[in-house]
């Protein structure tokens, strides 16, 4: 990938690095949103293809202690930061919580 390739244009190599791209500016508005990063953990990221060219993606970050309290069975709702980018953008798109 050279760079002067578009992050997100298609191959593994773009979209890990989108990836990587995607969860830093969440964490960078979590902590401007004086949410404490450590608290929470990533439980999943995704490319949104459709939107944006692909270079959308939703990110869910949970309370770490309801993750560590039920390790090997379904989370209990709640509790959920639901942050949607654009890495071409390098713009926050949408933040909601869960219940």
């Known amino acids: 990938m ?24 969440a964490v960078r508005l979590l902590e401007t949103a004086s949410v404490d990063v450590s608290d929470h953990r990533l439980t999943s990221i ?7 060219g692909g270079d959308a993606w939703r990110l869910t970050f949970r309370l770490l202690r309801q993750v560590l309290a039920a390790p090997d069975s379904m989370i ?8 949607q980018v654009d890495v071409r953008l390098g713009r926050i ?4 919580y869960g219940e």
């Open 93 to 96: 798109v949408s933040v909601t």
């Open 2 to 25: 050279s760079d002067s390739e578009p992050v997100g244009a298609g191959s593994p190599a773009s979209s890990t690095t989108a990836c990587a791209a995607a969860l830093a500016l």
């Open 46 to 52: 995704e490319n949104l293809i459709g939107h944006a």
């Open 76 to 83: 209990t709702a709640g509790g959920e930061i639901f942050v």
